[in-house]
């Protein structure tokens, strides 16, 4: 059986983070999603390519909800929530430190 949604602008990595990364199922809603991706039988995602060290990832980490959600929501760096934090704790202001978790730069 084939389902067909009508995906919004800005609505893909909800599609993503409630189907996709459960084998096309329909993860149950405020369920971890490793937990959710265990009862599926998916593999967690993980993280591939030669560029990961740029964006201070290491080959064969587990992709979190918060990366995804970063990533493909936010269209930021996976790390934005840690990137904006450090920035608003070395005294920038709130603008500054987002531009700086989108960008993925100090």
Same mark, same amino acid.
């Given at each position: $059986?084939m389902d067909i949604a009508?995906?919004?602008?800005?609505?893909?990595?909800?599609?993503?983070?409630?189907?996709?990364?459960?084998?096309?199922?329909?993860? @149950?809603?405020?369920? @971890? %999603?490793?937990?959710?991706?265990?009862?599926?039988?998916? @593999?967690a995602g993980r993280w $591939?390519?030669?560029?990961? @060290?740029?964006?201070?990832?290491?080959?064969?980490?587990?992709?979190?909800?918060?990366?995804?959600?970063?990533?493909?929501?936010?269209?930021?760096?996976?790390?934005?929530?840690?990137?904006?934090?450090?920035? %608003?704790?070395?005294?920038?202001?709130?603008?500054?430190?987002?531009?700086?978790?989108?960008?993925?730069?100090?």
């Amino acid at each position: $059986m084939m389902d067909i949604a009508i995906i919004r602008a800005g609505q893909m990595h909800r599609y993503h983070l409630r189907q996709v990364v459960v084998g096309d199922g329909r993860r @149950p809603a405020r369920t @971890p %999603l490793v937990q959710a991706q265990e009862e599926a039988g998916v @593999p967690a995602g993980r993280w $591939m390519g030669r560029g990961l @060290p740029v964006l201070g990832l290491a080959g064969g980490d587990v992709v979190t909800e918060a990366q995804l959600r970063n990533l493909f929501g936010e269209g930021g760096h996976p790390h934005a929530d840690e990137i904006e934090a450090d920035q %608003l704790a070395a005294g920038k202001k709130p603008a500054a430190a987002r531009r700086a978790g989108r960008s993925g730069g100090g």
